[in-house]
C-alpha cells in the first residue's frame, strides 16, 4: 500500500489491485481522518470496493461481451455472472491487476500497467497505461493515459470510477451535487437504446441540490468537465475539474432494501457506455478516440478540497 499525506489530505493506493484508490481523507474533528470517497476495508480483493478505480482501455460496458473495430467482429470474456443478462465487458481490464510503481514521493506516485506482461489480458490489442496521483495540501490531481503498444490501430478509452460519501462527520450532513450536461442517454441494462436528449435529470443537475430520492444509473452526455459535491452541514466542499476530452459522466446514485446507500459514483469518462459499437455503427459522439501504433490518450483530473 502506498500512503500519501499534504495538509490535511490523506490518499491511500492499492498498486496490487488495479492501483485504485482505497482511500481518500481530510483531517476532521478530534484529528480523525473522515473520508471523501467510501473508504474500502483493510485486505480488500475486488476493485468493486475500492473508493476509486482506473478504466482503460474502455469505461463502462461492451454489449454482448464483443465489439467490432474496423470490419473485424472481436469476442471477449464476460465479466457479467454466469446466466446473468445481458452478457457484457465491463469497466475495462485493469482494475483487478497489479501495477508497477515506476516512482513515487511523499505526496506523489506513478504506476504502471503493461498487458503484454500479462497472458490473459481481455483485450485483442496491446496496450499500456499508467496513472499519476499527486497530493497537495489542497486538492488530489490524477493523471491517467492508456498507450496503444500494437502494431495496428486500437479504438480507446478510460476514465475513474470514484465513489465519495453522502456525508462526513456531520449526521445531519445532506450532500449537494452540480454537475452542468447538456444530454442524458436513454439506456436499458446500461446499455444505450438511442440517441442522447434533454432530460429532468440534466435540469436538475445544472444547480447546486440534494442527490435524487430514487435510484439513479444514468449516463450524461456533453459533460461541462466540472463538478461540484458539498457537504453542508460539515462546511466542506469538493470541485472536480477534468481535461475537455472526458465528455461524458456516468451518475450512479445507488439504493438497497433499506432505501439509499451511504454512497454514490460520479464517473467522468472519455467514451459512451457501448462506444466501440456505437463508433462502428456510425453515431456520432461516443468520445472513442482511434489511436495509432504508439499513439496515447491522457485524461486529466483536479480535485480541489475546501473548507469554510
Known amino acids: 500500500m502506498i500512503t500519501l499525506s499534504s495538509g490535511p489530505l490523506r490518499l491511500a493506493i492499492d498498486p496490487a489491485l488495479g ?85 513515487r514521493s511523499p505526496i506523489s506516485a506513478r504506476l504502471g500497467f503493461r498487458s503484454r506482461d500479462f497472458g490473459d489480458v481481455n483485450f485483442p490489442m496491446a496496450f499500456s497505461s499508467v496513472v499519476r496521483y499527486e497530493l497537495r495540501d489542497d486538492r488530489l490531481l490524477i493523471d491517467l493515459s492508456v498507450t496503444n503498444d500494437d502494431e495496428q490501430p486500437m479504438p480507446a478509452g478510460c476514465g475513474l470510477h470514484p465513489y465519495f460519501a453522502r456525508r462526513l462527520w456531520r449526521d445531519d450532513d445532506v450532500v449537494t451535487f452540480r454537475a452542468p450536461c447538456a444530454t442524458r442517454y436513454p439506456l436499458k441494462d446500461g446499455l444505450p437504446t438511442g440517441a442522447p436528449g434533454p432530460d429532468q435529470l440534466v435540469d436538475h443537475l445544472r444547480e447546486d441540490r440534494p442527490l435524487p430520492g430514487a435510484h439513479v444509473d444514468a449516463l450524461l452526455g456533453g459533460f461541462s468537465g466540472e463538478c461540484r459535491i458539498a457537504w453542508p452541514a460539515s462546511r466542506v466542499g469538493l470541485t472536480m475539474k477534468c481535461s475537455p476530452n472526458l465528455g461524458h459522466l456516468v451518475f450512479f446514485v445507488p439504493h438497497g432494501e433499506g432505501g439509499p446507500l451511504p454512497y454514490f459514483a460520479v464517473e467522468p469518462v472519455t467514451n459512451a457506455n457501448d462506444g466501440f459499437n456505437l463508433l462502428e455503427a456510425g453515431h456520432p459522439g461516443t468520445g472513442v478516440e482511434v489511436l495509432g501504433p504508439g499513439a496515447t490518450l491522457t485524461a486529466c483530473y483536479s480535485l480541489a478540497v475546501e473548507r469554510w
Open 19 to 103: 492501483a485504485g484508490i482505497s482511500d481518500f481523507s481530510i483531517m476532521g474533528p478530534s484529528k480523525y481522518a473522515y473520508s471523501l470517497m467510501r473508504r474500502a476495508m483493510a485486505g480488500e480483493t475486488s476493485s468493486s470496493s475500492l473508493a476509486c478505480f482506473s478504466m482503460v482501455p474502455y469505461s463502462n460496458r461492451i454489449a454482448g461481451a464483443k465489439f467490432a473495430f474496423g470490419g473485424v467482429t472481436h469476442t471477449l470474456r464476460p465479466t457479467s455472472a454466469p446466466g446473468v443478462t445481458p452478457v457484457v465487458c465491463q469497466h475495462g481490464d485493469v482494475r483487478n491487476r497489479p501495477w508497477t510503481i515506476l516512482d
